[in-house]
């Protein structure tokens, strides 16, 4: 199957600082990615979608500039998580579809756990 | 509104047969997924059914009823490296998946 890559795996930044985050297809290239975010113990919460060469939907009470979206590439989309604080700290996990393929699953990244001191 | 029901947890003893369930209402139907997450790990794909029917794939095997808004997902000959959260999501009508809260298996010696 197709592969996602994140990076970095896991991340500890202060309080008030910024984080970016990057995920990419590897052999694939994707038009559209999803950025999701997990607390312990809770499902998959979609945050936005971001698509290449516009402007990322947002789902409904996320904050688009906290949570700023870069899909500049077709390979490449990166979140920011801007002034981190403590209750940002969750496992973001993004994922791609493949658009060559007709139903697609999404591809998942492996993750990045931030933690926000 | 859209909603995927499953259930929260269950458990299951190594070597049985469990089968978990999942109920959906979304607004249009292009497929449902399953999806395998262990614990700090992301969501690996297992199966995916568009059409009413049983999909098998080894010890895992998928079930689709669209007019029933239903599926389940049997896992035979239970190994402890089974235990883990097993996620239904629906792709709608705009083509975006809608996830279920998951359902945590347990799997007892």
């Known amino acids: 199957g197709a592969v996602v890559s994140q990076h970095p795996s896991w991340v500890i930044c202060k309080s008030g600082t910024s984080v970016k985050i990057e995920c990419r297809s590897l052999?694939?290239?994707?038009?559209?990615m999803f950025w999701y975010r997990q607390f312990p113990k809770q499902s998959l919460m979609l945050m936005a979608t971001?698509?290449?060469?516009?402007?990322?939907?947002?789902e409904q009470g996320v904050e688009k500039d906290k949570f700023l979206i870069n899909h500049a590439s077709l390979t490449l989309s990166t979140l920011t998580v801007t002034s981190a604080h403590p209750e940002d700290s969750s496992f973001y996990i993004c994922?791609?579809?493949?658009?060559?393929?007709?139903?697609?699953?999404?591809?998942f990244g492996p993750g990045t756990r931030l933690t926000v001191t | 509104g859209q909603n995927i029901d499953q259930p929260t947890e269950m458990t299951a003893t190594e070597g049985a047969i469990v089968q978990i369930n999942c109920t959906y209402q979304?607004?249009?139907?292009?497929?449902l997924f399953w999806y395998q997450q262990h614990a700090g790990e992301a969501p690996t794909f297992l199966s995916y059914?568009?059409l009413d029917g049983l999909e098998e794939k080894g010890r895992f095997s998928s079930f689709l009823s669209r007019s029933k808004g239903y599926s389940y997902l049997l896992l035979k000959e239970l190994q402890m490296k089974d235990s883990a959260s097993y996620l239904c999501?629906?792709?709608?009508?705009?083509?975006?998946?809608?996830w279920g809260a998951g359902t945590k298996l347990i799997i007892k010696p």
């Open positions: 971001s698509n290449e060469g516009s402007k990322a939907t947002y």
């Open positions: 979304t607004s249009g139907f292009n497929g």
């Open positions: 999501a629906v792709m709608d009508s705009n083509y975006q998946l809608i």
């Open positions: 059914n568009v």
């Open positions: 052999d694939f290239q994707a038009t559209t």
């Open positions: 994922s791609a579809r493949d658009p060559t393929v007709s139903y697609s699953e999404q591809y």
